[in-house]
């Protein structure tokens, strides 16, 4: 399995400590952290199974595996996309992102 993270350099502690944990759970995956300018490029050059990013999926819409979008504000929701299907997941005040969404549009649609 190929495990793309990607984030901006403003937290790219953030994406270090994602990516360690990936590690130390899948040891077998490959793991590649990058920075949100190089998303598109490496996308097409990783080839990835799955996606984490603060940032949502405008590089392929519905075309990766599975892309989860994490929020970088706890009272943001984040998104979860499988196959052009999103569903949102609740922040820490309850709020969901919209679900079921298939129109491969890019962000969140909260309600």
């Not at 929701?77 to 969901?96: L, N, Y």
């Amino acid at each position: 399995m190929r495990v793309l993270v990607v984030y901006e350099d403003s937290h790219r502690a953030y994406g270090q400590a994602l990516e360690g944990a990936i590690r130390g759970q899948r040891p077998a995956a490959e793991v590649s952290l990058v920075q949100a300018r190089q998303l598109a490029g490496e996308v097409e050059r990783f080839d990835p199974h799955l996606v984490v990013s603060s940032l949502p999926n405008t590089v392929d819409p519905g075309g990766r595996a599975a892309w989860v979008t994490l929020s970088e504000d706890p009272d943001e929701p984040s998104e979860v996309c499988v196959a052009g299907r999103r569903r949102g997941a609740k922040s820490r005040h309850g709020r969901a992102a919209g679900r079921h969404r298939r129109d491969g549009g890019a962000g969140t649609n909260r309600r």
